[in-house]
Structure formats: C-alpha cells, structure tokens
C-alpha cells in the first residue's frame, strides 16, 4: 500500500500567517484559539499539491490580509516535504503578484498574479508539476482519504457510485437465480441496461398516460356533440301524412294547367305559321337587296377595269424606272473598268519602253591576277574570260527578250478587253436611251388613265324599301290576319292553394333535417364506444407497464439489500440505507450514512460524524491501496477516536492565542 506522509511544512504570507514553519510526525496535534490559522494549515497543503483549498476553492484569498486590504508587493509561499513510500519529495509553489510601471507613468500599478513551481528546487512548468502530483496521488482521492468530513458531504449518488465500487458488483444472474419473475426480467432485457429499459417503460408510461388523460375530454367532447335524442318513428309518420298531402296539391295544379294546355297549342301552331311568314319576308327582302347589288356591280364594271389598268400602267412605269436604274448603274461600273484597263495600258507601254532601252553593261579593261594584282598574261586564263564574258551578255539578251515579249502580249490582251468594254458601254448607253424614252410614254399613259379613271363615277345600290315589294306586303297582311284571330290566354291561377305546399314543404323539410340527428347520434355513440375501448386498451398497457416497473424495483431493490450488506460489512461504526421511504410509503432509492442504530450520521453529534468519516477513510483507503495525512478539524469534539491506519493532524480550538503545535 502506497504511504504519503507529510513531513513538514513552511507557510510565507499564505492568508494569516506571515511565516510559519511545521514539522509532523505520525500524529500532530495544532491548537488554538478561534481565527489563529489552523484551517489556513490544512488549506496550505491542499493549495500547495493542487492550487486549491480545502473548500475546492481555486486561489482564493491567499495573500494575507491586514487593515481589510490586501496585503501587496509580497509572494505567497508554501513549501512541504512529503514522504512518498520513503521516498523524499520537497514541493513548492510561489504565487507572485506583478507589478509593472506603464509607459509615461510614475509609479508601478498591479497587473496580476503568476504562479511559480518548483520540485526538489528546480522550477517546473505548471504541466509538468501537475504530473508529479498527479504521480503522487490523485486529487479526487486526495481528497476523500485526507478530510473525514468530505464523503459525508457529497452527493448521494456520487456515495452510491463509490460504495459499489469498493462492495464489488452483484451479477443480475446471482439475484434472479431463487425468483422466477426476476428470470423472467433478464429473459425481457436480453443484455440491455436495467437503467435503459427504465428510461423506456418511463418514455411508454408517459406517452400511454398522455394518451389516456385525452380519452375523457374527447368522450365529454364527443357527448357535448350529440344532439337530443327524438321520437324518430313518429317524424318519418308525419313526414309521410304530408308527402300525401302535397302529392293532392300537385294533382289538382296539374289539373288546373291541363284546362288550359289545348288554347296554347293552337295559340302555338298560329305562332309557327307567322313565323314562318315572317321568314319568307325575309327572305323576298335579301332577294332584292342581292339584285340591287348585281345591277351596282355591273354598272361599276367598267370602272373596275380602268382601276386595273391604272395599276397596270403604274406598275409598268415602276419597272421601267427601276430598269433604267440598274443600267445607269452598269454603264457607271463599265466606265470605271475603261478608266482601269487604259491605265493599265499605259502603264505596259511604260514597262516595255523602260526594259527596251536596258542595255548590257559588262566589265571593263583586262583580267587582273587576284595574287600578284597585275594583268594576267595567262592566254588560257584570258580566253575564258572573254569567252564567259560573252555568255553573260547573251544571257542578258535572252532575258530582255522575253520579258519584252511578255510585255506585249499582256498590252495585247488589255487592247482586247478594252474594245470588248466599250463595246458593251456602247449597248448600254442604247438601252439607257431607249428606256428614258419609253418611261415618258409610260407616265403619259398613266396620267391619260388617271384622268379617265377620276371622270368615272362610282355607282350605289339602291336602296330596298319592304314596304315597295309587292310579294312583301301581299306576306304581311297574311301575317295581320292571323294575329288578329289570336285571343289572350289568362295563366292559371294556383293561389288559393300555393300557400299551403309552401307550408307542407318548409315543414317536411324541418322534419327531414331532424332525421339527420339520427344518423349523427349513431355515429357519435359509435365514437363513445370506440375512444371507452381505447381508454381500457391504454389502461391495460399502462397497468403491464407498471407490473414491469414493480418488478424491476423488486430487483433493484434485491439487488441494492445485496450490495447494502456487502457494503455495511466493509465499515466499522458506519451503515448504509440504499432505498428510504416517503410519507406515504413510497420506496426511493438513496444513499444514507447512518450509525449501527440508524441514525442518519448528519444527525448524530460532531464526535460520531468525525469517527464515521474516519471509518469511511480506513475503508477507502484500503481499497485504493493509498494512505495520506488526514486534517480532524474541530478535533475538541473527540474524546475518543477509533483507530486510523494513516497520519493525524488534529486541528483543536483552545483558548491559547498562539498555535501550538504538538
């Protein structure tokens, strides 16, 4: 088992002390009055290991405090010698305030603090003293095994987590191997958590109570809806006796009309004759309107033909315009090829007279010898200058000759093309002349037409007046005759009796909307029937669900007064409740400390919660296999403490105004 023992420990303006220095051994003993310092002890070695206090208070109110101001320009300091299975170990650590003096600015002002660690006295980064402590003992154990009052103070899941652990864990195998509805359980679970198959039967339960809170206010819901019930027999009886009644009325209407039926027949059939008249009239005065039409067309033909000529002799005029046009144009692209092909002309004329007048010009005087630079006297040499002489100047007339001949052949053909184009500007110019001539006769021609034209006038139909067609009038008189044989038919009066199957149908049709409650209730007494079977199908699956958790809290709860004896048999003075009981007999789980006669341990004097956390260290203890220096504060309450396997430093209040330390 790993031993940490603290061998001694110096305090430099850490909170009341200014400088003190401690030594222990196996038991130590720190007394004094009230406000002396002797927490600031236990404080300084929490700080010193993990910068914190007893509390979990990071730094808090370390520098001392005098005149209630801080006190300033000093470093808090703590340095300890631990003893870590024999193994000598010096920790310290610095904290420094920092004062720096701003540019431009006279005094120095306070920036903050630093930390400073040093193992062994050599300086450590702050990672790599925490690794060293960390190598030392852990802090969350630290801090269960060295303060008796901080099991007691946690919260009672994080207990229940803790005691499991030490207890060992109870198998679900072992527990529901003597009941058959624990069997049953595992069989359900099949490897799921017991914790997530209560989340579940909770999620179900609350979404089946959800479900079953809404079945009442729908069945009120639905009986609010249903409308009063009636003697639906005797509405039908009724609305029978007044479908007799309205079938009576019906017959004597029909009757009435069928008195009167023939006179409208006949006043019809007299209607169709005049009708029919009245189509022929029609008919006579669309004839007339028709021949009038014809006879105005003939009379305008002639005037249509001299309309036609006019456009004829216009378009012609047109034509020929846009004729003399395009000819203008071409005799304009003719001129300009002339102008080009003359200028080409002359300008061969040029080029046969410049290369005709080209002479050959040979080198003068006699061969000179390139070495000695003087005239060759070398006859081979000599004739075969004068003979390439002679072959160059030959070369040259060849040259000249052909290119003079080139030369005439192309002012040949440009002589061709130019009597070729002025031969068609001639026959151009013709045409030109010939179309300005016929354009006059054209525009002479189109004005004579004109002028017909606007003395011809244009001849109306004439207008058809009925009342001059003889056919016409003979129709209307016809027409007037029949029209006078046609008497008035009066309606058929029903008013006597209108009144009454008006009334007969607004009743038949209340009582027909009152047999639509029939069907209404029906339908809504099937919904009460259906959302009631609903309701006790959800009570079911609710009352299953909660069959489900009894037997899932019978398990918990065999299993936890399982774990509960493993875990008492671990302490000496100190028991564990892992279910409690509300007022009204409901069983919860917990996690209670109490002595060995059930006395919740919060409840029992200072002396029994101290021995308790005591007893809960040496458990602890054993079972991590670490052992450190335990702080008993308000050590004045013990008089007898049980016995403890690691070092003690008890923190007595006394009347004493100095600490003293034994």
């Not at 007691?152 to 005691?163: A, D, G, P, S």
């Not at 093309?417 to 300005?436: D, F, P």
């Not at 006790?536 to 899932?552: C, H, P, R, Y």
């Not at 006669?597 to 809960?616: H, M, V, Y």
């Given at each position: 088992m790993k031993q940490v023992k603290l061998k001694s420990l110096s305090l430099t303006h850490f909170k009341g002390h200014k400088a003190i220095s401690i030594a222990f051994g196996d038991s130590t003993t720190i007394s004094g009055d009230n406000r002396m310092g002797k927490s600031s002890i236990f404080d300084a070695f929490t700080w010193l290991l993990f910068g914190k206090d007893q509390f979990d208070r990071k730094d808090y109110e370390i520098f001392p405090i005098v005149d209630n101001k801080r006190l300033d320009r000093v470093d808090?300091?703590?340095?300890?010698?631990?003893?870590?299975?024999?193994?000598?170990?010096?920790?310290k650590r610095v904290f420094r305030q920092q004062w720096v003096r701003p540019r431009g600015a006279s005094e120095e002002v306070y920036k903050g603090n630093e930390t400073l660690f040093f193992v062994n006295d050599v300086p450590k980064k702050a990672g790599e003293y925490k690794a060293v402590?960390?190598?030392?003992?852990?802090?969350?154990?630290?801090?269960?095994?060295?303060?008796?009052?901080?099991?007691?103070?946690?919260?009672?899941?994080?207990?229940?987590?803790?005691?499991?652990?030490?207890?060992?864990?109870?198998?679900?195998?072992?527990?529901?191997?003597?009941?058959?509805?624990?069997?049953?359980?595992?069989?359900?679970?099949?490897?799921?958590?017991?914790?997530?198959?209560?989340?579940?039967?909770?999620?179900?339960?609350?979404?089946?109570?959800?479900?079953m809170n809404d079945i009442q206010p729908r069945i009120d819901q639905t009986a609010r809806l249903m409308p009063e019930a009636k003697d639906f027999e005797e509405i039908e009886g009724e609305i029978m006796d007044i479908d007799v009644e309205l079938s009576a009325i019906s017959m004597k209407m029909s009757d009435r009309s069928e008195a009167i039926r023939g006179q409208y027949n006949e006043i019809q059939e007299k209607q169709g004759k005049i009708n029919a008249l009245k189509s022929q009239q029609a008919e006579i005065i669309q004839q007339a309107r028709a021949k009038a039409q014809q006879e105005a067309y003939e009379a305008n033909q002639q005037r249509a033909e001299l309309e036609q000529s006019v456009a004829t002799a216009l378009r012609k005029l047109k034509n020929a315009e846009t004729e003399r046009e395009d000819i203008r144009r071409s005799a304009e692209r003719l001129a300009q090829q002339v102008k080009t092909t003359l200028a080409?002309?002359?300008?061969?004329?040029?080029?046969?007279?410049?290369?005709?007048?080209?002479?050959?010009?040979g080198k003068d005087g006699c061969l000179i010898c390139p070495v000695f630079g003087t005239e060759c006297g070398d006859p081979t040499a000599v004739g075969k200058h004068h003979e390439t002489q002679e072959k160059a100047k030959a070369a040259f007339?060849?040259?000249?000759?052909?290119?003079?001949?080139?030369?005439?052949?192309?002012?040949?053909?440009?002589?061709?093309?130019?009597e070729t184009l002025n031969q068609r500007m001639e026959v151009v110019e013709a045409n030109l002349k010939q179309l300005s001539t016929d354009i006059v006769t054209l525009d002479e021609d189109h004005e004579a037409l004109?002028?017909?034209?606007?003395?011809?006038?244009?001849?109306?139909?004439?207008?058809?007046?009925?009342?001059?067609?003889?056919?016409?009038?003979?129709?209307?008189?016809?027409?007037?005759?029949?029209e006078a044989t046609i008497s008035e038919v009066k309606p058929v009066d029903n008013s006597d009796i209108l009144p009454r199957r008006q009334e007969?149908?607004?009743?038949?049709?209340?009582?027909?909307q009152q047999l639509t409650d029939r069907d209404t209730i029906a339908r809504l007494q099937q919904e009460v029937k259906r959302?009631?079977?609903?309701?006790?199908?959800?009570?079911?699956q609710i009352a299953d669900l909660e069959q489900q958790e009894f037997t899932v809290a019978e398990f918990t709860r065999a299993k936890i007064e399982e774990s509960e004896g493993r875990i008492n048999g671990l302490f000496q003075i100190v028991r564990f409740k892992l279910f409690d009981t509300t007022n009204d007999g409901n069983e919860f789980e917990a996690c209670i400390p109490t002595n060995t006669f059930g006395i919740p341990i919060a409840a029992t004097n200072t002396a029994e919660q101290i021995n308790a956390g005591l007893d809960i260290i040496n458990t602890l203890t054993q079972f991590f296999g670490v052992k450190a220096p335990i702080f008993c504060d308000r050590a004045e309450s013990v008089n007898e403490y049980i016995t403890a396997g690691s070092q003690m430093v008890f923190l007595r209040v006394t009347k004493e105004k100095t600490l003293s330390i034994i």
């Amino acid at each position: 088992m790993k031993q940490v023992k603290l061998k001694s420990l110096s305090l430099t303006h850490f909170k009341g002390h200014k400088a003190i220095s401690i030594a222990f051994g196996d038991s130590t003993t720190i007394s004094g009055d009230n406000r002396m310092g002797k927490s600031s002890i236990f404080d300084a070695f929490t700080w010193l290991l993990f910068g914190k206090d007893q509390f979990d208070r990071k730094d808090y109110e370390i520098f001392p405090i005098v005149d209630n101001k801080r006190l300033d320009r000093v470093d808090a300091e703590v340095v300890g010698t631990l003893s870590v299975d024999g193994t000598i170990i010096t920790l310290k650590r610095v904290f420094r305030q920092q004062w720096v003096r701003p540019r431009g600015a006279s005094e120095e002002v306070y920036k903050g603090n630093e930390t400073l660690f040093f193992v062994n006295d050599v300086p450590k980064k702050a990672g790599e003293y925490k690794a060293v402590i960390d190598g030392i003992i852990d802090e969350g154990l630290f801090k269960l095994i060295t303060n008796p009052s901080a099991f007691l103070e946690m919260h009672w899941t994080k207990q229940r987590e803790i005691l499991f652990q030490i207890a060992g864990t109870v198998s679900d195998a072992e527990i529901a191997a003597s009941n058959p509805k624990f069997k049953a359980l595992l069989d359900t679970l099949n490897g799921k958590p017991l914790a997530e198959f209560k989340k579940e039967i909770a999620a179900r339960k609350r979404k089946l109570n959800e479900a079953m809170n809404d079945i009442q206010p729908r069945i009120d819901q639905t009986a609010r809806l249903m409308p009063e019930a009636k003697d639906f027999e005797e509405i039908e009886g009724e609305i029978m006796d007044i479908d007799v009644e309205l079938s009576a009325i019906s017959m004597k209407m029909s009757d009435r009309s069928e008195a009167i039926r023939g006179q409208y027949n006949e006043i019809q059939e007299k209607q169709g004759k005049i009708n029919a008249l009245k189509s022929q009239q029609a008919e006579i005065i669309q004839q007339a309107r028709a021949k009038a039409q014809q006879e105005a067309y003939e009379a305008n033909q002639q005037r249509a033909e001299l309309e036609q000529s006019v456009a004829t002799a216009l378009r012609k005029l047109k034509n020929a315009e846009t004729e003399r046009e395009d000819i203008r144009r071409s005799a304009e692209r003719l001129a300009q090829q002339v102008k080009t092909t003359l200028a080409e002309t002359e300008s061969l004329r040029q080029r046969w007279s410049d290369e005709n007048e080209r002479e050959y010009k040979g080198k003068d005087g006699c061969l000179i010898c390139p070495v000695f630079g003087t005239e060759c006297g070398d006859p081979t040499a000599v004739g075969k200058h004068h003979e390439t002489q002679e072959k160059a100047k030959a070369a040259f007339m060849s040259e000249k000759e052909v290119k003079l001949d080139a030369i005439n052949e192309l002012g040949k053909s440009k002589v061709q093309e130019l009597e070729t184009l002025n031969q068609r500007m001639e026959v151009v110019e013709a045409n030109l002349k010939q179309l300005s001539t016929d354009i006059v006769t054209l525009d002479e021609d189109h004005e004579a037409l004109k002028q017909q034209l606007a003395s011809t006038p244009i001849v109306q139909p004439k207008e058809v007046k009925a009342v001059e067609l003889t056919e016409w009038v003979k129709l209307s008189e016809q027409i007037s005759a029949i029209e006078a044989t046609i008497s008035e038919v009066k309606p058929v009066d029903n008013s006597d009796i209108l009144p009454r199957r008006q009334e007969l149908t607004e009743r038949r049709d209340g009582l027909k909307q009152q047999l639509t409650d029939r069907d209404t209730i029906a339908r809504l007494q099937q919904e009460v029937k259906r959302l009631q079977a609903e309701g006790s199908s959800l009570a079911q699956q609710i009352a299953d669900l909660e069959q489900q958790e009894f037997t899932v809290a019978e398990f918990t709860r065999a299993k936890i007064e399982e774990s509960e004896g493993r875990i008492n048999g671990l302490f000496q003075i100190v028991r564990f409740k892992l279910f409690d009981t509300t007022n009204d007999g409901n069983e919860f789980e917990a996690c209670i400390p109490t002595n060995t006669f059930g006395i919740p341990i919060a409840a029992t004097n200072t002396a029994e919660q101290i021995n308790a956390g005591l007893d809960i260290i040496n458990t602890l203890t054993q079972f991590f296999g670490v052992k450190a220096p335990i702080f008993c504060d308000r050590a004045e309450s013990v008089n007898e403490y049980i016995t403890a396997g690691s070092q003690m430093v008890f923190l007595r209040v006394t009347k004493e105004k100095t600490l003293s330390i034994i």
